[in-house]
């Protein structure tokens, strides 16, 4: 049973999203915790890659273990957000893996349906052939890519959310149910949909700022990504309450 440090009171299920309490939500309890412990493995990654030279496929098992890892928190986190806590109420559970792959299976139907707007404006555009040409991506496909991502995260929070919390594919592809929850709170749906966006771009860009092969390269890159999953999953979870609790 929740106490009052970590539960919301069933009328704030229903109250605006409060977004500098959702900024800090990482690093708060046991959130904080895991994502030191993100930081730690992306850590080894980073050292990984910049000492094995042509051996950095060693850096293979790490980063697929992070893949595997950060789907399972951010449905955790989802649910825990939907049901009103402020924090994890427990630990993630990884002692069944079929569950878990499951549960990545889900997120992985759920991510693909959502990148389609994306990725068919990158098809229209040309994007792939300009990069297999080696042409460079070009400023018409970076806008077009960024407004298909955008649209992308739009379609992700709620069917994520859902089956975060129910766990079938059933809700999570329930797009009636989605638009009619779209439709009840339009502002805070587009508020997590760039929320999301910028959890996608954002680590990209900071990444191509910086050297090849530089040595804090996946720091840079995946470290504000994982906050930026967990800060999404959060806002996710709670905007399906809202969205419920008006609709």
Do not use: K, N
């Not at 009103?84 to 889900?106: H, I, K, N, T």
């Amino acid at each position: 049973v929740a106490d009052a440090e970590t539960a919301l009171a069933p009328p704030a299920l229903s109250a605006p999203i409060d977004w500098r309490d959702l900024a800090g939500s990482p690093l708060r309890g046991r959130q904080a915790a895991l994502l030191a412990g993100i930081a730690a493995l992306l850590a080894g990654v980073a050292a990984l890659e910049a000492f094995a030279g042509a051996a950095g496929c060693v850096a293979f098992l790490p980063r697929t273990l992070l893949i595997v890892l950060i789907p399972g928190l951010m449905s955790d986190v989802a649910r825990h957000a939907a049901a009103g806590f402020r924090d994890l109420e427990e630990w993630p559970d990884y002692s069944a893996p079929v569950g878990r792959l499951y549960e990545l299976l889900l997120f992985a139907v759920v991510g693909i349906l959502a990148l389609s707007p994306a990725a068919w404006i990158g098809s229209v555009l040309g994007c792939a052939e300009r990069v297999s040409a080696r042409g460079g991506v070009g400023p018409v496909c970076v806008v077009g890519l960024a407004g298909g991502l955008w649209a992308s995260a739009l379609l992700w929070p709620l069917p994520f959310a859902a089956a975060a919390r129910g766990g079938r594919f059933g809700v999570a592809l329930d797009f009636a149910g989605h638009l009619r929850r779209a439709r009840a709170a339009p502002r805070a749906l587009f508020a997590t949909a760039t929320l999301g966006w910028a959890a996608m771009v954002l680590p990209v860009a900071l990444r191509a700022l910086l050297p090849a092969g530089a040595l804090l390269g996946v720091l840079v890159e995946a470290l504000p990504g994982a906050y930026g999953a967990l800060v999404a999953a959060r806002a996710a979870g709670l905007l399906l309450a809202r969205t419920d609790a008006s609709a």
